[in-house]
């Protein structure tokens, strides 16, 4: 199983470009979440999909970002013009539900390497 | 390799009780930091408390402390005195050499 696998691993870029992280989820797994991570907020969730659809993207900061999943087994994050403030580490993380003991779901959430974004 | 890992899929506790939740984690790296984050139903993550390597005392945040076992490479939570808020996701990670790893997280409830 190679894991959560996004795309790339690091970017540089210059202020009002376009910027598309991409995520690959663990095959078979039904919830998808990106996150950012910087070093005045901490850890942040952006969005989530469940089978697809997504669920809650009340943490995009703004109409600059947008997140897509087109199929199971892709999404992307844009921001689309970058800024400086935008420089950060996206994280991607895919999870699954098992069914424990006591019939209840379970979900066990896998992160990605990140992808480290410099906007200059 | 840059690992961390989480053996307890889920643990349950009774309100007002201590319970510890496990991390082992492994790293090449001598300066490296260690945190505990609770992600409750709303997805948002929260960070608990972090620990620095190089600091030999075990970091606390009120009802919230570690048990850092530096040779072992073990990085424990223990939550005193559990509140029915507490119920949550939590993740063990760890950040060294620029790279943040995260475990696959224990599910904690809280027991009235």
């Known amino acids: 199983d190679a894991g959560v696998i996004q795309s790339p691993r690091h970017e540089v870029t210059e202020m009002g470009q376009e910027v598309t992280l991409r995520c690959k989820p663990i095959?078979?797994?039904?919830?998808l979440f990106w996150y950012r991570q910087t070093m005045m907020r901490g850890l942040e969730l952006l969005i989530y999909?469940?089978?697809?659809?997504?669920?809650?993207d009340s943490g995009m900061p703004e109409d600059r970002f947008s997140a897509k999943m087109p199929n199971a087994s892709f999404s992307t994050l844009k921001i689309q013009p970058s800024e400086p403030r935008d420089s950060a580490v996206y994280f991607c993380?895919?999870?699954?539900?098992?069914?424990?003991?006591?019939?209840?779901?379970?979900?066990?959430?896998?992160f990605g390497p990140g992808t480290r974004l410099l906007v200059l | 390799a840059q690992t961390v890992t989480q053996s307890q899929p889920e643990m349950s506790v009774q309100e007002a009780e201590t319970v510890t939740l496990s991390c082992t984690y492994d790293?090449?790296?001598?300066?490296?930091?260690l945190f505990w984050y609770k992600q409750p139903p709303s997805r948002q993550m929260i960070l608990v408390i972090r620990?620095?390597?190089?600091?030999?005392q075990n970091a606390t945040e009120n009802r919230f402390s570690v048990n850092f076992q530096k040779a072992a490479k073990s990085f424990s939570l223990k939550i005193s005195d559990s509140q029915l808020g507490d119920a949550a996701m939590y993740f063990c990670?760890?950040?060294?050499?620029?790279?943040?790893?995260f475990g696959t997280g224990t599910r904690l409830t809280i027991i009235p």
């Open positions: 993380a895919s999870s699954s539900k098992s069914l424990t003991q006591g019939n209840q779901f379970l979900e066990t959430q896998y």
């Open positions: 095959s078979g797994h039904n919830s």
């Open positions: 999909f469940n089978n697809n659809v997504p669920i809650d």
């Open positions: 790293t090449s790296e001598s300066d490296y930091y």
């Open positions: 620990q620095e390597a190089y600091k030999q």
């Open positions: 990670s760890n950040f060294g050499n620029e790279k943040l790893t």
